[in-house]
């Protein structure tokens, strides 16, 4: 069964109402939740005119959607295939079949990293990260979310200086949403570390930054999209500066054209949406 297919026919488990869409603006087959305001735009790797896309073209994309009130996910074929358990568990959040937990009945405890890495590795699409504060959420004993902060560092604005750290992670036990739960989960740490600010990053192929904006964070401003190589025979996504060992040894040896070079090898070259920079102003500046 084609990406696309597989992707459709688990949508409309949970949302039969779902509308099939090829809309002009988007260059692929979209599928659009109306009473969740979701459209989920599904990338096959290749698809035709891909070459011809401007690097920003799904983030200009995800930002008119999202300045009409919809959230524009760009569902990619290798994050289906490589990230399939969580991808999926997304999408039924977002379609809304998901267990509802509420943070007050939940408690917070401080994550040993063992626990918080195989919690990310697990739940979260990026994976775990090496960080310096972990929190984590449960109920009935069991860990249902996690959030994970950057050590701290002294940030100069406005010739004031700030204790700023970042929120790293953040994630749902896959196929729940705990209502209030990153919330809660930032009050502890500002409790316990007293931070001026926290800074983070919304994923703008899957967020649409609106959890951030109902916290209290403001927008700063929005990355430029990234770049990616997908190895299209077996969908894994590489950055362009963590290529397989082999590859970059040859294309270093012989000063190959690297471009040219991985489109020869199968590699597809993708950009993604880039993501929005938020601040959570939490103290005045020392």
Not at 203 to 224: C, H, M, P, R
Request: aromatic residues 14%; proline residues 4%.
């Amino acid at each position: 069964m084609k990406f696309e297919d597989e992707v459709i026919d688990f949508i409309l488990q949970y949302s039969p109402e779902a509308e099939i869409v090829e809309p002009a603006s988007l260059p692929c087959k979209s599928v659009h939740i109306h009473d969740k305001n979701v459209v989920f735009h599904l990338l096959p790797v290749p698809f035709d005119g891909l070459q011809n896309l401007s690097p920003t073209f799904f983030q200009e994309k995800s930002l008119e959607y999202a300045s009409r009130g919809i959230q524009l996910v760009h569902l990619w074929q290798d994050y289906w295939t490589t990230k399939h358990e969580k991808v999926i568990s997304r999408i039924a959040v977002l379609s809304g079949a998901f267990t509802r937990i509420h943070a007050r009945r939940a408690f917070v405890r401080r994550l040993p990293k063992e626990v918080m890495f195989e919690f990310f590795g697990a739940n979260h699409l990026q994976g775990f990260a090496n960080t310096r504060y972990n929190y984590g959420l449960f109920y009935n004993e069991q860990l249902v979310a996690a959030a994970s902060f950057s050590s701290g560092r002294k940030i100069i604005r406005n010739n004031k200086v700030y204790r700023s750290f970042e929120l790293v992670r953040y994630s749902n036990l896959l196929n729940y949403r705990v209502a209030g739960g990153l919330g809660k989960l930032i009050a502890r740490f500002i409790n316990d570390v007293d931070p001026d600010d926290i800074m983070s990053y919304a994923d703008l192929d899957w967020a649409s930054g609106i959890g951030y904006q109902t916290l209290n964070f403001k927008q700063l401003e929005v990355s430029f999209p990234k770049a990616f190589w997908i190895d299209s025979t077996n969908m894994i996504r590489y950055y362009p500066h963590r290529l397989p060992h082999n590859i970059a040894n040859q294309i270093q040896k012989d000063n190959l054209d690297v471009d040219d070079f991985l489109k020869d090898k199968g590699f597809v070259k993708v950009y993604n949406s880039g993501n929005l920079k938020y601040i959570l102003e939490c103290n005045k500046a020392k």
